[in-house]
């Protein structure tokens, strides 16, 4: 018998209904023959409750002690499943993800997968049973809980595949695959029937929100097939994988685009050997994430270094900043709040010319200015005026003719 | 250094601030220089919420399931105890049921604990750390989820003060002890300082609401002396111990009351032997506890059988009675849910005379009729109606002195 494991996402489970959904659609997945491993998130806004819960004690909950509250959402939601599978007469059982095996660092709030021991899991399969697995957590070698952060119920899903040797995880979620657009942006957006794990990467780190990156490097790394799918309809999904076609199609496959991006630009940097490192390795350390980074080639040894953020960090990153500007000798620091990101993504780019070209006139014909650009082999990237996205998504989407 | 286990109940950590209050008085034990271990109830009424929502699933949770669903509440109640704790500057660190080694059969929803293994909460004690550990919960040897039922978590902190070799198990709740009647119906009661063991498993077996019964047999079992007091002031609670002193006072210690009683009699049941079998046998299966049961003796061969059950059963119990009766050829049966129950307990009764005859005489004087009368070696409980309850309490507590 084959072994299917999906993944149900938040949104999926939200209420009482929901959940005697998503139970049909795991028993008809056993109907056909499969053996069946569901993993859980937690029922819709439970995981911001409880964060608000712990915040309503103190403002520095400790992390261990934050990982153990917020596993519980997701062992709610796996309890509640199992029920409503037994009440449709299918032998289902919950497990936990210590149960599951599901073995991680003690990096609290992003632990990662260190190793998946399936032996319950598989126990449980044999005895004939529907196994529903609390996601996003698992357990220390001291026996504690983590959770493993953002994405983390994807990540639970595609390691239990790997380690169960299944033939493809299926991700189950509110939308109904991956687009060549966002579809709210663009009507006449399609979806794909099936995406490279590289595109997919470069997509869903670029601002497409279907999944999150870590999940689909997993994925990649153990060439694991990844069928993204919607909850809520029949209709066939987005299959990531590794496969040969992917390579030689020469094309761009889809617009990501990312609304959360603010740009700092620390004017009149002194060039010598590391002033790149004396500005962003406090940065680091105050955890704030460096996206895009741009330096100006250098005129009578001092240059403008730009660089963006999410929103959200902004004030903490400009905080960090200005003291350091001060003391390397640099100018002043100027901030813009209102950026956004588009990102062509495709195979091939780097070996065919054009690409680029087509981009750029695409966004000056809307009279779209572009302030800052990054590209890898499969990727495009413009940091742009956030009021211009949609247009340029658009435009863009026109202009690599993805609607035919 | 002495090792003191504290237990809060729900309504003790019902919301932030109060909490943060538990938290203040474990600190305050810590602070006195002793170890603290303490056991934590689910949020106020947080059990009732995650039983409705797996009722809002399904008709019929799987007792497995329901186990693990109900043990995220002592979890989240115990991880933001933690939380509060260390934000006021102790190290404190959370255990699930799992992790503290209360290990139990896989009687779900009513577990017994079969051993102690705290070895972990041994470590963290080692430590300096104060342990808090969700009450209630336990895992079976399957590692498997198990909830102890009824006074589960009072059970817990004994298991452990037991297994730790505490000095006292202290139970906070939300009254101040043990006292002479009910303070709500008699106001001239007064709290008891002591009180043995057999005498609080009398009372809380006749319907004081201080502790379960259980976990009073476990502190018996092993003499460990439980201290009841109330999270909220800082009087001095009921010492229940099993110390000599009690064992020779020859005195009513408290009046216990229960309002939840109905009665049903069996009329015109042929008195043979297997008669008694037939009747309760079949009530027993469907998990109907009958508590009084009163046979008049026989005339003609032909007798009355009178049994009480919880208000709650009394629909049910009828419905399984009916047909038993028809069935030994018994005639009709008759119930009345409007009934109650007073118990005098103290020690050396059958000793001492008296205490039955002044018990009657104080019910006649206010003209309230006894219906059924049980007796133990140290508790004297007469059925009555229960509008005359109330007085019935007060009279006794005059008739007995309890005030002085």
Do not use: W
Not at 2 to 20: F, N, P, R
Not at 299 to 311: G, S
């Amino acid at each position: 018998m084959a072994i299917v494991v999906q993944k149900y996402g938040g949104s999926s489970v939200g209420d009482a209904e929901k959940i005697k959904n998503v139970a049909r659609r795991i028993a008809a997945a056993k109907d056909k023959g499969n053996e069946v491993v569901a993993v859980v998130s937690a029922m819709g806004d439970t995981t911001d409750e409880l964060v608000e819960l712990a915040y309503s004690v103190t403002d520095l909950p400790g992390e261990r002690e934050f990982d153990v509250l917020l596993s519980t959402g997701e062992i709610v939601s796996s309890t509640l499943l199992a029920m409503a599978l037994r009440a449709m007469g299918y032998e289902a059982i919950s497990l936990s993800g210590a149960q599951a095996g599901i073995r991680t660092d003690a990096a609290y709030s992003r632990a990662r997968i260190v190793g998946v021991d399936p032996v319950r899991i598989v126990k449980e399969l044999d005895k004939g049973r529907i196994v529903i697995v609390a996601g996003f957590q698992g357990i220390t070698e001291e026996m504690d809980t983590t959770t493993l952060g953002r994405g983390g119920s994807d990540t639970t899903a595609v390691a239990l595949a790997v380690s169960l040797g299944a033939e493809v995880c299926q991700i189950y979620t509110d939308v109904e695959g991956v687009y060549t657009a966002d579809p709210r942006l663009v009507p006449e957006a399609k979806k794909l029937a099936e995406i490279g794990y590289e595109e997919m990467l470069e997509l869903a780190s670029y601002g497409a929100k279907v999944m999150h990156p870590r999940a689909v490097e997993l994925g990649e790394l153990f060439n694991m097939p990844i069928m993204v799918a919607s909850s809520f309809t029949d209709s066939p999904g987005t299959l990531i994988h590794g496969g040969e076609t992917m390579e030689v199609r020469n094309k761009v496959t889809s617009i990501a685009h990312d609304l959360d991006v603010a740009k700092i630009t620390v004017v009149g940097v002194p060039d010598r050997p590391g002033i790149a490192a004396a500005i962003f390795e406090p940065l680091a350390k105050a955890n704030i994430s460096i996206d895009t980074i741009v330096q100006n080639a250098s005129i009578n040894n001092i240059t403008d270094l730009t660089f963006t953020v999410a929103k959200s960090q902004l004030r903490k990153a400009m905080e960090k900043v200005g003291p350091i500007a001060k003391s390397i000798g640099a100018g002043e620091c100027v901030s813009d709040a209102k950026m956004g990101k588009v990102t062509i993504v495709g195979t091939g780019m780097q070996n065919t010319p054009g690409f680029a070209a087509r981009m750029f006139s695409a966004l000056s014909e809307k009279g779209i200015n572009i302030q800052l650009i990054s590209t890898s082999e499969i990727r495009i990237t413009c940091i742009i005026d956030e009021e211009g996205v949609k247009d340029a998504v658009k435009a863009l989407h026109r202009a690599f003719e993805l609607e035919e």
